[in-house]
C-alpha cells in the first residue's frame, strides 16, 4: 500500500478527492441550506460567499461602511446559515442578470450610494473537473523511477 502514495502524483490526487468531496457536500447542502460568508472592509466595501440552490455567489457590495457594518451586525466577518423552506422566494431578492452563459451569470444593481455586483457558477463547473483531476492522479501510471549513476 505505501508503494501506490510513493511520490506527490497520488498524494495530490487524493487531496483533490477530498475537495471534490467537499464541494459536492456543499452542493447537496445548498437544497436545504442557504449558507453565506460575508467580509466587511474599511474601505465601505464587503465580499460575500453565498451558497444557494446548487450555485455558489461571489457578491462585491460598495457603500457606506456603516450600511455594512449593521448589515454585518458590526462584526468584519459574518456567518449566516437559514434553511431554505422556500426556494424561490431568496430568489427575489437577486439584482438583474447582466449576462448568462453555460450556466454562469453576471449580476449588478446600482443605486446612490450602493453597488452590488454578483457572480455565480454552478457547483458542477467545479466538482466534475475536480473529480477528473482526482482520477487522472490517481489511476494513471506513476513514471518510472531511473536510478542514477554514481559519478
Known amino acids: 500500500m505505501r508503494e501506490f502514495f ?3 502524483k497520488r498524494k495530490l490526487g487524493v487531496a483533490t478527492l477530498l475537495i471534490a468531496c467537499v464541494f459536492v457536500a456543499g452542493w447537496v447542502r445548498s ?3 442557504n449558507d453565506g460568508l460575508m467580509a466587511v472592509f474599511r474601505e ?3 465580499e460575500s460567499v453565498i451558497s444557494f ?10 457603500a457606506d461602511v456603516e450600511y455594512l457594518l449593521a448589515k454585518a451586525k458590526g462584526r468584519r466577518f459574518t456567518w ?5 423552506s422556500e426556494p424561490e422566494k431568496g430568489l427575489e431578492f ?3 442578470v447582466i449576462w448568462s452563459s453555460f450556466g454562469f451569470s453576471k449580476r449588478e444593481l ?6 452590488m455586483v454578483m457572480f455565480s457558477g454552478p457547483y458542477w ?6 473529480t477528473g483531476l482526482s482520477a487522472w492522479l490517481l489511476i494513471s501510471k506513476p513514471r518510472p523511477t531511473t536510478a542514477k549513476a554514481p559519478v
Do not use: E, K, M
Request: proline share 10%; charged share 10%; aromatic share 8%.
Open 31 to 33: 437544497f436545504r441550506i
Open 125 to 130: 463547473s467545479i466538482v466534475i473537473p475536480l
Open 94 to 96: 437577486l439584482p438583474p
Open 110 to 115: 446600482s443605486t446612490p450610494g450602493l453597488r
Open 6 to 8: 510513493r511520490g506527490c
Open 53 to 62: 440552490q446548487g450555485r455558489l455567489y461571489w457578491q462585491t457590495v460598495q
Open 80 to 84: 449566516v446559515s437559514t434553511h431554505v
Open 44 to 46: 465601505g466595501s464587503s
